[in-house]
């Protein structure tokens, strides 16, 4: 479908997500909930310039996690759109429901996509908020009980993402036609380069991003940026430097209290991907 216009896509995928009657509480027992009060879905946050921009960056992280923010799930629920809108709720001060990317890991990852993109027309002034479309694959919540009954995070289910494919994700790719999209974990890529080619779709640069270096995969990434620092004698500061630079548009908006600190002590993650990512998307 050609989608050239913001405000059309966002009815589009209102409707289209309104439509998919769908109670995941059917089917799966952990869904997160509110004193058995559930969510439905929700459409991407689709960025003011998102359809101007070369390229058009769709990025799916994995899924919400509102296991220990249950009461959100009554607070949208009362809104008339019952939650399908709540990327769009706070416009003076975005708030995306999505970890990795409130906390400015995936800002970053969007910085390097669009700055190593050939013809790109990315400025660091830019604001990536402004750019991007972002949203989770899975568009539920899952949650595991620890020994004293906590509501604690958990991942979906593997069968999940073709269900979540054919219900909301494959419209979604459809109306928002993005030259890029950015998969966060092996699930997430995998489930869009399974049905991707199973539909025979135009080519899609798939990027498969690991979770970014805050979450529980730090440590994969630190002891090789002291290593570098020790055997080499590297310097991260000209790192640290250029990825400030790259996002000087977007730091210096408004919440977001995380970003330069990340951007200091994942240096070593930022600059790994950097390095993947110019090499994908310029072969």
């Given at each position: 479908?050609?989608?050239?216009?913001r405000?059309?896509?966002?009815?589009?995928?209102?409707?289209?997500?309104?439509?998919?009657?769908?109670?995941?509480?059917?089917?799966?027992?952990?869904?997160?909930?509110?004193?058995?009060?559930?969510?439905g879905?929700?459409?991407?946050?689709?960025?003011e310039?998102?359809?101007?921009?070369?390229?058009?960056?769709?990025?799916?992280?994995?899924?919400?996690?509102?296991?220990?923010?249950r009461?959100?799930?009554?607070?949208?629920?009362?809104?008339?759109?019952?939650?399908?809108?709540?990327?769009?709720?706070?416009?003076?001060?975005?708030?995306?429901?999505?970890?990795?990317?409130d906390?400015?890991n995936?800002k970053?990852?969007?910085?390097f996509?669009?700055?190593?993109?050939?013809?790109?027309?990315?400025?660091?002034?830019?604001?990536?908020?402004?750019?991007?479309?972002?949203?989770?694959?899975?568009?539920?919540?899952?949650?595991?009980?620890?020994?004293k009954?906590?509501?604690?995070?958990?991942?979906p289910?593997?069968?999940?993402?073709?269900?979540?494919?054919?219900?909301?994700?494959?419209?979604?790719?459809?109306?928002?036609?993005?030259?890029?999209i950015?998969?966060?974990?092996?699930?997430?890529?995998n489930a869009?380069?399974?049905?991707l080619?199973?539909?025979?779709?135009?080519?899609?640069?798939?990027?498969?991003?690991?979770?970014?270096?805050?979450?529980?995969?730090?440590?994969?990434?630190?002891?090789?940026?002291?290593?570098?620092?020790?055997?080499?004698?590297?310097?991260?500061?000209?790192?640290?430097?250029?990825?400030?630079?790259?996002?000087?548009?977007?730091?210096?908006?408004?919440?977001?209290?995380?970003?330069?600190?990340i951007?200091?002590?994942?240096?070593?993650?930022?600059?790994?991907?950097?390095?993947?990512?110019?090499?994908?998307l310029?072969?």
């Amino acid at each position: 479908m050609d989608m050239t216009d913001r405000e059309s896509a966002i009815t589009a995928l209102t409707s289209h997500h309104f439509s998919q009657e769908y109670r995941l509480e059917d089917h799966y027992r952990n869904v997160v909930n509110y004193d058995s009060e559930y969510l439905g879905p929700y459409i991407p946050f689709i960025g003011e310039h998102y359809f101007d921009t070369k390229p058009r960056l769709l990025i799916y992280a994995m899924s919400q996690n509102l296991a220990k923010i249950r009461d959100c799930i009554r607070t949208w629920n009362e809104k008339p759109d019952k939650g399908l809108l709540r990327q769009y709720y706070y416009p003076e001060k975005p708030n995306f429901s999505v970890g990795p990317y409130d906390n400015g890991n995936l800002k970053v990852i969007a910085a390097f996509v669009f700055s190593s993109y050939p013809s790109t027309c990315y400025k660091p002034t830019d604001n990536i908020d402004d750019l991007v479309s972002i949203t989770n694959f899975v568009k539920f919540s899952f949650y595991q009980e620890d020994k004293k009954g906590n509501y604690l995070d958990s991942a979906p289910p593997l069968d999940i993402y073709n269900i979540m494919w054919e219900k909301y994700c494959k419209y979604e790719v459809s109306i928002l036609q993005p030259n890029v999209i950015i998969g966060v974990g092996n699930e997430v890529a995998n489930a869009l380069k399974r049905n991707l080619e199973a539909e025979r779709e135009p080519e899609f640069k798939i990027l498969k991003i690991p979770f970014p270096g805050r979450l529980n995969l730090n440590s994969r990434w630190i002891p090789k940026g002291k290593r570098l620092i020790k055997t080499e004698n590297h310097n991260p500061d000209l790192d640290i430097i250029n990825t400030k630079a790259l996002l000087r548009g977007t730091s210096s908006k408004k919440g977001l209290p995380h970003m330069q600190r990340i951007i200091k002590t994942d240096w070593y993650y930022f600059r790994e991907m950097r390095a993947y990512i110019n090499k994908e998307l310029t072969r």
